[in-house]
């Protein structure tokens, strides 16, 4: 894979700023970290030094990409060091002068091309640019605390900034890891403009008395689940800056949104909030309406303002807040009638508070809110269809495949449209089926709500396969089990160096059901399909290159690039194990393969992936090893019958509901034999 990252600045080495470098560099880009002076710089330096031995000590990163983030860092207090740079941000103080001042050395300092971006959270794009000589070159980017783990960024265009710089700045959002959301400029971009309202009614509530501190924190933490309620997140961020942003939004947008006397006395008095004491007041279910009611009030008013969709108001708080639901998703959950009939109530006791047209009229229509799991971007003639649903992982359900159904059928339709891509949002191309889907089927006793999900999704896959147009799946992050599947039906897969595909299917209890049992044996052929499937391992680009899983290797930032250059359908079958292996087609060689021989002696590689294997569920490795043969020289139609027909059964195990509802605890116990 060739092409590298380009160079990139942040101006600011704070907490933000700091971390903005440090993920960056993280992700393989050269980055000059630019502050006012050596004290400031070494402050920031050794914060990112603390996390990376933390992340070090954790093993959630190896000591060699700890070194190497830190020699991608360069340290300046020469603003002219950031010539050169393709993309320079600035995380300095919320002041609009001292930005304004830092953007006009920034134009004069930076090639014309570079973009320059703003991680402001409380002033507009607009206003920062107002009075450069180019303000197309500034967009809006707004990260979220801690940049290093928090995978959230608003991208906001000014009303002047240059659509095309946007979408560079998107692009390069997307290589570092990041999950881009678009925001308006208006004030509180998208996320702001109703988590500081949260923060301050939750002030609002103890100033009236209706409940403790501790109280407020309880029942925000249990209702929207999360690891800190609104005032331990005001100590860990900063409560002058929870005011600022409160004081912002009201001098922007009127009284409702001025910050609470106790906010305002709390930052007089320059101390943190005592969260210590009783939890005393209003039951959890009262705080948690009053909580609810802020945040749907100003969900509403954001659609009727067009600063958002509901899709990205929605992700927006369970990427960047970490709350279990969006404001739409809890509306529906609630009753969206009963979730209105709140914020009147609460509209009622707060003059200054004008009630969404948007809400009311869902409300009147009695219907929930419907939401766009994916998106289509047609341009020359090719259409681009991208599963947007990475708070979930692009996780594959009914209502995924129903929107990319009928896309995808749509694009074949259109003479206009001469090749079909296929993408995820985020960091992942599709991390396989929806776990909560098929754990609910099985609690309900209804498998053949399973059944019928693999038939259709199978018959989908199938037109895909059969498409006279060339069709490409884009693999920016991972692809497991049904991701990895929904892959190989493509015509040809492109991969960037930090994705992955992995069929993790018999680790769970389960086998892959929608083509893996015979797409990935065309592909790598049945050895290295046996490997795939029996370990579960996730195998890196250049490894699912090697295997023939994958036809191209590209650069993250070239991927655009290479979607523009696709060709005509392939010709011919796919190429198959490019090199190497031997030791792996040896070991898997076989029916059963002779790494599970009794007597079978190999390298200590080859020992552990006896023992990975074993640790497996048996019925779903038996199973995946007779598919495998069965269907290694059937059609396609054949292969997914021999898939389909044992779906029942094997979702009727108990291990495939212990190895379901064990993701994320730990390992599972299967009882199978």
Not at 244 to 253: C, D, I, K, Q, V
Request: proline share 6%.
């Amino acid at each position: 894979m060739t092409g590298t990252y380009p160079k990139v600045g942040v101006v600011g080495a704070g907490t933000m700023g700091g971390g903005i470098a440090q993920k960056l560099a993280m992700s393989g880009f050269n980055v000059v970290l630019c502050d006012l002076g050596n004290a400031q710089l070494e402050r920031g330096l050794a914060n990112i030094r603390a996390i990376l031995d933390e992340g070090v000590e954790r093993k959630a990163l190896s000591p060699e990409k700890r070194e190497s983030t830190l020699g991608r860092l360069e340290c300046t207090t020469d603003l002219g060091r950031l010539s050169g740079c393709r993309l320079v941000i600035e995380a300095v103080f919320e002041d609009l002068g001292v930005k304004k001042d830092l953007f006009e050395k920034l134009e004069t300092v930076c090639e014309p091309g570079a973009i320059l971006a703003t991680n402001t959270s409380s002033l507009l794009v607009g206003d920062i640019a107002s009075d450069l000589a180019h303000p197309e070159r500034v967009v809006g980017l707004h990260f979220f605390f801690h940049p290093v783990k928090n995978r959230l960024v608003e991208v906001i265009a000014g009303p002047r900034s240059d659509p095309d710089l946007v979408d560079q700045a998107w692009s390069l959002m997307r290589a570092s890891g990041k999950t881009p959301i678009a925001s308006k400029d208006a004030p509180g971009f998208c996320v702001n403009r109703y988590f500081v309202p949260w923060l301050n009614e939750a002030v609002r509530m103890v100033d009236e008395g209706m409940a403790s501190i501790p109280a407020v924190e309880a029942a925000a933490k249990e209702l929207f689940k999360i690891g800190m309620g609104p005032f331990e997140l005001m100590n860990v961020t900063g409560v002058p800056i929870a005011y600022h942003a409160a004081r912002s939004l009201g001098l922007a947008l009127g009284p409702f949104y001025e910050p609470a006397d106790g906010l305002r006395a709390r930052v007089e008095a320059g101390a943190p909030w005592d969260l210590s004491g009783a939890v005393t007041g209003a039951p959890a279910e009262k705080i948690a309406d009053r909580l609810f009611a802020v945040v749907w009030a100003v969900a509403g008013q954001l659609l009727d303002e067009g600063v958002a969709s509901l899709e990205d108001v929605d992700r927006g708080a369970q990427i960047g807040l970490r709350w279990n639901r969006g404001p739409f998703r809890w509306m529906n959950a609630r009753g969206v009638k009963e979730a209105v009939s709140l914020v009147e109530a609460f509209a009622e006791t707060n003059p200054a508070l004008a009630v969404s047209p948007r809400l009311r009229s869902q409300a009147a229509a009695g219907e929930p809110w419907r939401f766009s799991l994916v998106d289509e971007k047609v341009k020359d003639g090719i259409a681009q269809l991208i599963i947007n649903r990475p708070e979930a992982l692009n996780a594959l359900n009914d209502d995924v495949i129903d929107q990319l159904e009928a896309l995808f059928d749509g694009a074949a339709a259109d003479p206009s449209i001469r090749a079909i891509v296929l993408r995820g949002a985020g960091k992942t191309f599709v991390a396989g089926g929806d776990v909560r889907f098929f754990v609910r089927a099985i609690r309900d006793g209804d498998i053949k709500r399973i059944v019928r999900f693999t038939a259709r999704t199978q018959a989908f896959f199938r037109r895909i396969a059969a498409c006279p147009k060339p069709v490409t799946a884009v693999l920016e992050g991972l692809a497991l089990g049904g991701g990895a599947e929904l892959a190989l039906t493509a015509h040809r897969v492109i991969a960037t160096s930090n994705a992955s595909i992995g069929f993790p299917e018999t680790g769970i209890g389960i086998y892959p059901g929608l083509g893996g049992t015979f797409r990935a044996t065309r592909r790598a052929g049945i050895e290295l399909a046996r490997y795939l499937l029996l370990t579960g391992r996730t195998v890196s680009a250049r490894q699912a290159f090697d295997m023939g899983l994958v036809d191209e290797l590209v650069p993250a930032l070239e991927v655009d690039r290479a979607i523009a250059e696709i060709a005509p359908l392939p010709v011919g079958p796919p190429p198959g194990p490019r090199e190497g292996f031997e030791e792996l087609r040896a070991a898997f060689s076989g029916h059963p393969p002779a790494v599970l021989e009794e007597g079978f002696q190999g390298s200590p590689e080859m020992e552990a992936l006896r023992r990975t294997i074993r640790r497996k569920a048996p019925i779903a490795v038996r199973a995946a090893l007779d598919l495998l043969d069965a269907n290694a020289n059937a059609s396609d139609e054949e292969a997914y019958a021999n898939e389909l027909a044992g779906i029942e059964s094997i979702f009727a195990t108990e291990d495939a509901l212990t190895g379901l509802t064990s993701l994320g605890r730990g390992r599972p116990v299967f009882k199978g034999t």
